[in-house]
């Protein structure tokens, strides 16, 4: 079983739209849960974090955390097209292991 | 921009060739990172420099050698590669090792030819 499962998508969505997205993983040390937005031909960058299980939201965007079932999620609300992007989810103890990205199409 | 920035931005090489990834950071932070971003492939973390003092090296090939000469610039010596070290190579920095939040560059795009 992979360290860090993340369905690569692509996932189209019509403006306005929820956004879900998800990941799983193996590891039950991992104490520190992200969640990266990269644009195309642009590095990650960090959209929000959580530290152990719980919600934490910022905006637009919701991250929850159920380390029980080791499974985390972002949602994007009212999602525009410029939330088109790869959405990457990483997580560490005292190392960092990242998914595979989720790629999101926003259409107008 | 994030205050991290790469050259070149993109690159071809052949398998004998040498060439060198330059990276800065201009945000004051301690740690720097070389990632390594394949088609269809988690990030992989390659080297971690603390303070100039590399303080990870997850079992990359001898072909990539890195270099810190300070907390502000960071190297990636390449040489002999293979058509599969073609990727996106990514800096990244932090305030410390263990910190959180990390700041990307954009990434040099390598083509091994």
């Known amino acids: 079983q992979k360290e860090v499962e993340q369905d690569p998508g692509p996932l189209s969505v019509p403006e306005g739209a929820i956004v879900s997205l998800n990941c799983t993983y193996s590891n039950s040390a991992f104490q520190y849960f992200m969640w990266y937005r990269q644009y195309s031909r642009k590095g990650p960058e960090l959209l929000m974090y959580?530290?152990?299980?719980g919600n934490k939201e910022d905006g637009r965007f919701t991250a929850q955390v159920d380390k029980s079932s080791k499974y985390i999620s972002l949602f994007i609300r009212d999602s525009q097209p410029s939330d088109s992007a790869t959405y990457l989810c990483?997580?560490?103890?005292?190392?960092?292991?990242f998914g595979k990205g989720n790629q999101v199409v926003v259409i107008p | 921009e994030t205050g991290v920035t790469q050259t070149p931005r993109h690159l071809v090489m052949g398998m004998t060739n040498k060439k060198s990834l330059k990276c800065e950071q201009h945000l004051g932070h301690n740690a720097m990172y070389w990632y390594k971003q394949s088609a269809k492939k988690p990030l992989e973390l390659m080297f971690v420099y603390s303070l100039e003092e590399r303080v990870e090296n997850n079992s990359v090939p001898s072909r990539f050698s890195p270099e810190c000469p300070n907390s502000s610039h960071l190297f990636l010596h390449l040489h002999t590669l293979q058509p599969e070290d073609s990727a996106l190579y990514l800096c990244a920095s932090s305030q410390e090792v263990r910190t959180v939040e990390q700041y990307f560059g954009p990434g040099t795009r390598l083509t091994v030819t």
């Open positions: 959580t530290y152990s299980s």
């Open positions: 990483a997580m560490r103890n005292n190392r960092l292991a």
